[in-house]
């Protein structure tokens, strides 16, 4: 078990730097930023909608009945120039997928502060401001529907710091917890 809990730690550290590098980027090159993400999404779901589609016509005459390879590829296709030409929907559909695991970790993390408080740790009341923190700070950007690419960027950065400061408390008090 204590193991798995240092994976997990080692992990979720990851995690923060990449939201941190994920900020950092959003914060210098905001328009930049929305214009690749679309474009990446949008070219996947192409990808995947011809992939689909050439599937359909491979294997047509076997299992026609159940075979929508065609319907999904269309819709895929579809969904892939939207994502291109509708750059703005893209960064709200972002914004709500951070904010969600925002909330998501700042909510696991408060968990965390109670059984580093159970277990009589010292750093439990740290632990717990900055979940709250996390938390605030993801319902702000969740209800915040006007919040720029610079806000998420920021909001982002300070996540990840605060998650990376929480990985590292969990990590140095894994024995204690068990």
Same mark, same amino acid.
């Given at each position: 078990?204590?193991?798995?809990? =240092?994976?997990? &730690? ?5 995690? $923060? ?5 994920? @900020? ?13 993400? +679309?474009? !990446? ?7 995947? &909608? ?5 599937? %359909?016509?491979? #294997?047509?005459?076997? %299992? ?12 895929? !296709? ?9 750059? &703005? ?15 998501? $970790? ?6 965390? +502060?109670? =059984?580093?408080? #159970? ?7 740290? +632990? ?9 700070? &993801? ?13 998420? @960027? ?21 024995? =204690?917890?068990?």
């Amino acid at each position: 078990m204590k193991e798995y809990l =240092k994976k997990s &730690g080692c992990v979720d550290i990851i995690v $923060s730097i990449i939201f941190a590098i994920i @900020g950092i980027f959003m914060i210098a090159k905001t328009d930049l930023a929305i214009k690749i993400i +679309s474009y !990446i999404l949008g070219g996947t779901f192409i990808v995947i &909608g011809l992939i689909k589609i050439a599937d %359909y016509f491979l #294997t047509k005459e076997k %299992y026609d009945f159940l075979n929508y390879n065609l319907i999904y590829g269309i819709v895929a !296709i579809i969904i892939g120039l939207i994502t291109i030409f509708c750059s &703005g929907l893209i960064e709200s559909i972002f914004r709500i997928v951070i904010a969600a695991w925002i909330i998501y $970790s700042g909510i696991m993390r408060l968990s965390l +502060s109670l =059984k580093l408080h #159970t277990a009589e740790i010292d750093m439990w009341s740290i +632990s717990l401001i900055l979940s709250i923190i996390m938390i605030i700070g &993801g319902l702000y950007m969740l209800f915040q529907s006007g919040a720029l690419v610079l806000t998420i @960027g920021v909001i982002m950065l300070v996540y990840s710091i605060i998650d990376l400061i929480e990985s590292v408390i969990s990590l140095k008090y894994v024995d =204690k917890l068990l």
